[in-house]
């Protein structure tokens, strides 16, 4: 690990740590570097802005003020180039807008070197996209995931039936190259998987979800996980 991305790995360790810290010996096994190197790199993080607080003597390390932010780090090229890969890659993701957009922004504070060797790089990085649904159908199943509200779809299911239907959204799932909104459906009363690419048209209600959880859809595949693990 080169010492600009272990730079950037240790805060965000420091700042998962909380107010409990890590010790110097952790953080050392953590990277695989000696004790010397770590409090090395902490210094540097601190001499560049980031809030390190130290807490010597039994029980004591090292981490980040709370509520502080911290200084942008560089990325390298080739973390550069998987964010856009992994973007370009899933155009019929939920949110894959928003990521792009979010991307742009990293790239766009990216100093001249970094983003010319980044640039360079992802013209070896070749995707071929899935075709996204309607812009309209997916900012309006977004809209009612992030806001909880049911949202009303034209659902063509598999046999060519077409039914219109409120459904409170629960989550998004991607198995088999499809994307499904998964939720409670108002017209079955049952929880229901619906591919993205079927609906035919959605809008947002002024309807509240009545607070179906997640583990109401029943037991995920084994190999399932969210794209974002809560305390990673």
Known sequence: MKRAERLHALSEMLRRSGSRGCSAERLAQEFGVSVRTVKRDLDALENSGAPVWSRPGPGGGYGLAGGASLPPVTLSPAQAVALMAAVSA????PY?????????KI????????????????????????PASSRAIRSALEEAMAE????RIRYTSGTGATTTRD??????????GQWYLVGWCRLRDAMRWFTVS????????AAVCS?????????PPANARPVHARGA
């Open 167 to 176: 459904v409170e959204p629960v989550l998004f799932a991607s198995t088999n």
């Open 96 to 104: 894959a807008d928003l990521a792009a957009a979010g991307v742009q």
């Open 90 to 93: 899933a155009s019929d993701a």
């Open 198 to 205: 079927r609906i035919e048209r959605a809008s947002v209600t």
């Open 211 to 219: 607070g179906h959880a997640v583990a109401e859809v029943g037991e």
């Open 107 to 130: 790239l766009d504070v990216l100093d001249p070197r970094t983003r010319a060797r980044a640039d360079e790089l992802a013209g070896r990085v070749w995707v071929n996209a899935t």
């Open 148 to 151: 909880q509200r049911v949202v």
